[in-house]
């Protein structure tokens, strides 16, 4: 991490969480410009396509905390300790 943004880190977390979520938004919304068209396009369809298969029961949503907790056992479970 540069010295620059170290900095911006350490100022950003100054910030109430509203202001943070407002930072980054946007800093989101400026990397989501570089993105290009066809891309973007593509990424448009999938989401579209993944919406209509929880919708049609083709898939389930999980909560993120549960799914970030599969998540971690099988990468522990494949890179076990030792």
Same mark, same amino acid.
């Given at each position: 991490?540069?010295q620059t943004?170290?900095k911006i880190?350490q100022? @950003? %977390?100054?910030?109430?969480?509203e202001?943070r !979520? *407002?930072l980054?938004?946007? #800093? ?6 570089t993105?290009p ?7 448009? @369809? %999938?989401?579209r396509?993944?919406?209509?298969? !929880? *919708?049609?029961g083709?898939? #389930?949503l ?11 056992r ?9």
């Amino acid at each position: 991490m540069t010295q620059t943004v170290a900095k911006i880190l350490q100022e @950003a %977390e100054q910030l109430t969480p509203e202001e943070r !979520v *407002e930072l980054a938004d946007r #800093l989101l919304e400026s990397l989501a410009q570089t993105i290009p068209s066809e891309l973007a396009q593509a990424q448009i @369809a %999938e989401v579209r396509r993944r919406i209509a298969q !929880v *919708e049609d029961g083709e898939d #389930l949503l999980i909560p993120g905390k549960e799914a970030l907790a599969h998540v971690r056992r099988s990468i522990a479970s494949s890179h076990p300790k030792g």
